[in-house]
T-cell receptor, first 113, second 119 residues
Framework: KAGVTQTPRYLIKTRGQQVTLSCSPI?????VSWYQQTPGQGLQFLFE???????NKGNFPGRFSGRQFSNSRSEMNVSTLELGDSALYLC????????????FGQGTRLTVV | QQQVKQSPQSLIVQKGGISIINCAYE??????FPWYQQFPGKGPALLIA?????SEKKEGRFTISFNKSAKQFSLHIMDSQPGDSATYFC??????????????????FGAGTRLAVHP
């Protein structure tokens, strides 16, 4: 059974640009959550989608957005990139909808220069 | 109230020893407590998880001890091996039923513990 796949693995972007990250969950999983990991703030919840609906959103500015498609694949978008957005962005998939085992992908390392 | 406090920040253990990492929480609505292991360059991997209806759960060399009244839980790694050297995160999640009968998948993570097991 394939795991959670995140693409791309690495990205370098310039301040002010926007970026789209992709996540394909484990087959059969309908919940996808996104997290930002930085050395200073640790792992922070961004948002969670279940059956194409955003059910919960973390304390991040509106520049961070996401969506989920009918096949459960998810994308997150960050607009007007800032240097502080440099982080490892992790996607986790769960069978859903209740808190259950969440399996993480390897993440996308975003560097903003 | 949404925080999970994890200690110690770093831990050095000799091969064969016991590694103990502690976490504390405030929100009594939390009802799912997983531990994750993360190696450099990798995403966190689910190690073991517990719900508050049991006080202990063991899987191989890994044991979670849970104290509901103290709002604390801990990870014990028995017979620690150099291959266990990684960063460990505790987490907590709450079943929120305001709008959805199934609740939300939102994990609140501790700050992490960097474990080094020396041979």
């Amino acid at each position: 059974k394939a795991g959670v796949t995140q693409t791309p693995r690495y990205l370098i972007k310039t301040r002010g640009q926007q970026v789209t990250l992709s996540c394909s969950p484990i087959s059969g999983h309908r919940s996808v959550s996104w997290y930002q990991q930085t050395p200073g703030q640790g792992l922070q919840f961004l948002f969670e989608y279940f059956s194409e609906t955003q059910r919960n959103k973390g304390n991040f500015p509106g520049r961070f957005s996401g969506r989920q498609f009918s096949n459960s694949r998810s994308e997150m978008n960050v607009s007007t990139l800032e240097l502080g957005d440099s982080a490892l962005y992790l996607c986790a998939s769960s069978m859903g909808p209740s808190p259950t085992e969440a399996f993480f992908g390897q993440g996308t390392r975003l560097t903003v220069v | 109230q949404q925080q999970v406090k994890q200690s110690p920040q770093s831990l050095i253990v000799q091969k064969g020893g016991i590694s103990i990492i502690n976490c504390a929480y405030e929100n009594t609505a939390f009802d799912y407590f997983p531990w994750y292991q993360q190696f450099p360059g990798k995403g966190p991997a689910l190690l073991i998880a517990i719900r508050p209806d049991v006080s202990e759960k063991k899987e191989g060399r890994f044991t979670i001890s849970f104290n509901k009244s103290a709002k604390q839980f801990s990870l014990h790694i028995m017979d620690s091996q150099p291959g266990d050297s990684a960063t460990y995160f505790c987490a907590a999640s709450a079943l929120l039923t305001e709008r959805f009968s199934g609740g939300y998948n939102k994990l609140i993570f501790g700050a992490g513990t960097r474990l080094a097991v020396h041979p």
